[in-house]
């Protein structure tokens, strides 16, 4: 009894805990619809917004442009163009014929960089869209170098991610997917496992939208994008990169664990790492204020 009594105090606290989002964590700014064709041929939909420099926001695993939105209302206030595109079998876009693979992503942002003639633009990908960019910059480094302004990496991976509380094993978490599909079902309690997607303060809007995008995406998509994402490793290709870059993480990522965000810092040339203490995987909701300056730095650099 106590111990329901402690969680549902807990429970409660969601609710009156800051939200960076003004409890509104979807919401695009207004813009015009996108559709660019991937090489398999698959529909990648989304949206371009604002006027000025350029910024392209490459989403999560599970989320849709919608997870960036906080961070692209406040580019398009303070003068710049975004562009967000759902990744393939999320949101709007096709799934395609293609493999879940780093190198498919990478095409993908490759396809929306070209097909909408995209120029002195800055890429910022969170989590598996932050894979997605730095596939893309290993694979096209003559595109990147002609198109690309810089790379801002948002709690993101360039190999299965590790625990560094746990030994060093290998954990395929595709298998416990329908486990967590079940699991976030109820109103409440099914919030609780979110909390180790969010930092020490999560707000309920949040944890709700991450709830949502979780069940709405495609089970195949979601789970062939886990299998990629615990089969692969992009850092031995980091030192190719020759663009500017910053990494952006929390440090009570419990997804994408800081020491991999560091690791990244470390070996692509000239990188630095902007660390938030306190916060979680999901920064474009939980820190949009310092996600943003770190894009607009780079937009300006």
């Given at each position: 009894?106590?111990?329901?009594?402690?969680?549902?105090?807990?429970?409660?606290?969601?609710?009156?805990?800051?939200?960076?989002?003004?409890?509104?964590?979807?919401?695009?700014?207004?813009?015009?619809?996108?559709?660019?064709?991937?090489?398999?041929?698959?529909?990648?939909?989304?949206?371009?917004?604002?006027?000025?420099?350029?910024?392209?926001?490459?989403?999560?695993?599970?989320?849709?442009?919608?997870?960036?939105?906080?961070?692209?209302?406040?580019?398009?206030?303070?003068?710049?163009?975004?562009?967000?595109?759902?990744?393939?079998?999320?949101?709007?876009?096709?799934?395609?014929?293609?493999?879940?693979?780093?190198?498919?992503?990478?095409?993908?942002?490759?396809?929306?960089?070209?097909?909408?003639?995209?120029?002195?633009?800055?890429?910022?990908?969170?989590?598996?869209?932050?894979?997605?960019?730095?596939?893309?910059?290993?694979?096209?480094?003559?595109?990147?170098?002609?198109?690309?302004?810089?790379?801002?990496?948002?709690?993101?991976?360039?190999?299965p991610p590790k625990d560094p509380r746990?030994?060093?094993?290998?954990?395929?978490?595709?298998?416990?997917?329908?486990?967590?599909?079940?699991?976030?079902?109820?109103?409440?309690?099914?919030?609780?496992?979110?909390?180790?997607?969010?930092?020490?303060?999560?707000?309920?809007?949040?944890?709700?939208?991450?709830?949502?995008?979780?069940?709405?995406?495609?089970?195949?998509?979601?789970?062939?994008?886990?299998?990629?994402?615990?089969?692969?490793?992009?850092?031995?290709?980091?030192?190719?990169?020759?663009?500017?870059?910053?990494?952006?993480?929390?440090?009570?990522?419990?997804?994408?664990?800081?020491?991999?965000?560091?690791?990244?810092?470390?070996?692509?040339?000239?990188?630095?790492?902007?660390?938030?203490?306190?916060?979680?995987?999901?920064?474009?909701?939980?820190?949009?204020?310092?996600?943003?300056?770190?894009?607009?730095?780079?937009?300006?650099?």
């Amino acid at each position: 009894m106590l111990a329901k009594r402690s969680l549902d105090a807990r429970i409660a606290s969601w609710s009156t805990n800051a939200d960076t989002t003004g409890g509104d964590p979807l919401t695009m700014p207004d813009g015009s619809p996108v559709e660019v064709t991937a090489d398999d041929g698959a529909v990648l939909r989304g949206l371009d917004c604002g006027e000025g420099p350029t910024i392209v926001l490459v989403h999560c695993w599970t989320g849709t442009i919608g997870f960036w939105a906080p961070v692209a209302r406040r580019l398009v206030d303070a003068g710049f163009r975004v562009v967000a595109v759902h990744q393939r079998g999320h949101g709007d876009s096709d799934r395609g014929t293609a493999a879940y693979r780093p190198e498919t992503l990478g095409a993908d942002v490759r396809a929306v960089v070209q097909g909408l003639d995209l120029r002195d633009a800055v890429i910022a990908g969170h989590s598996m869209g932050g894979l997605a960019a730095i596939a893309f910059a290993c694979q096209n480094a003559e595109i990147a170098s002609e198109r690309i302004k810089g790379l801002v990496l948002v709690a993101t991976l360039a190999a299965p991610p590790k625990d560094p509380r746990l030994p060093d094993i290998d954990l395929d978490i595709s298998k416990f997917l329908p486990i967590a599909d079940r699991a976030m079902k109820p109103v409440d309690y099914g919030l609780v496992g979110l909390l180790g997607v969010f930092g020490t303060r999560p707000a309920r809007s949040q944890m709700e939208a991450a709830r949502a995008g979780f069940v709405m995406t495609d089970p195949d998509t979601r789970r062939e994008a886990a299998a990629m994402m615990m089969d692969f490793d992009l850092r031995p290709e980091l030192a190719n990169i020759d663009l500017p870059a910053v990494i952006v993480a929390g440090t009570h990522d419990q997804l994408t664990f800081l020491p991999g965000n560091e690791e990244i810092a470390e070996l692509i040339l000239g990188a630095r790492i902007e660390v938030l203490h306190g916060l979680g995987h999901m920064l474009p909701w939980e820190a949009p204020d310092q996600v943003t300056e770190q894009i607009v730095q780079m937009a300006k650099g």
